[in-house]
């Protein structure tokens, strides 16, 4: 079974819109992590966002937002005010292993993004 | 820049062959992580390696190797090179702590004929 989903293989949006990014995950570890990473066309990740599992509170950095519902497991990201540079293949990954001490690092399948003009 | 770096940036090697990739952790960052992306698809999380020691592992045979040195760059030796290895390997270095976020360096594009 896919410890994390990621359903939209494409998505398109309007430049200045917000556009949701998302994302389901599967583990039985009471301490996970959460990240998304953007990776353009150039091959590098770039770190966006970080919810971990114990946090009250939804992660935000700058235009970046995750809709984090633990009961349902998904940690959606919500990209606002999009820009033709957020133009990018679009990570959901998270980390088990905390409380073992050997931790697992699991990626999904991504989302394409493509933000029109 | 995430200040990781790593060598080199492309290897074509044989199959059979072995290789030895190069990564230089962020300043700071006592934890290194390789990932093998291969094209269209996510990263697979190969190991990670802790202040010189090896604490976690994905689902690679025993011929993915690695090492941390004192300054926590690291090294993934990948032995008798198979076709399927063919891909973009990723490096990542962390601080640890409650977040351990990761970043990335620019990858090594290994193709193997």
């Known amino acids: 079974a896919q410890k994390i989903t990621q359903t939209q293989p494409g998505m398109f949006v309007q430049e200045k819109e917000a556009v949701t990014l998302d994302c389901t995950y599967d583990?039985?570890?009471?301490?996970?992590?959460l990240f998304w990473y953007k990776q353009p066309s150039s091959g590098e990740m770039i770190f966006l966002i970080y919810q971990g599992s114990y946090d009250q509170q939804n992660a935000t950095e700058g235009r970046y937002s995750l809709n984090f519902q633990k009961a349902r497991k998904s940690a959606n990201l919500v990209i606002s005010a999009s820009q033709l540079g957020d133009s990018a293949m679009y990570f959901c990954?998270?980390?088990?292993?905390?409380?073992?001490?050997?931790?697992?690092?699991?990626f999904g399948t991504g989302t394409r993004l493509k933000v029109l003009a | 820049e995430t200040g990781v770096t790593q060598s080199p940036t492309h290897l074509i090697k044989t199959r059979g062959q072995q290789v030895t990739l190069r990564c230089s952790s962020q300043s700071g960052h006592n934890t290194v992580s390789w990932y093998q992306q291969a094209l269209g698809q996510g990263p697979q999380f190969i190991f990670q390696?802790?202040?010189?020691?090896?604490?976690g592992r994905g689902n690679f045979p025993p011929r993915f190797s690695g090492l941390q040195f004192p300054n926590y760059s690291s090294e993934l030796n990948v032995n008798a090179l198979e076709l399927d290895d063919s891909a973009l390997y990723l490096c990542?270095?962390?601080?640890?702590?409650?977040?351990?976020?990761?970043?990335f360096g620019p990858g090594t594009r290994l193709t193997v004929l």
């Open positions: 990542a270095s962390s601080s640890g702590g409650r977040t351990d976020t990761q970043y």
């Open positions: 990954a998270m980390r088990e292993g905390r409380v073992s001490g050997t931790y697992k690092y699991i």
């Open positions: 390696y802790y202040r010189e020691e090896e604490n």
């Open positions: 583990t039985s570890d009471p301490s996970y992590g």
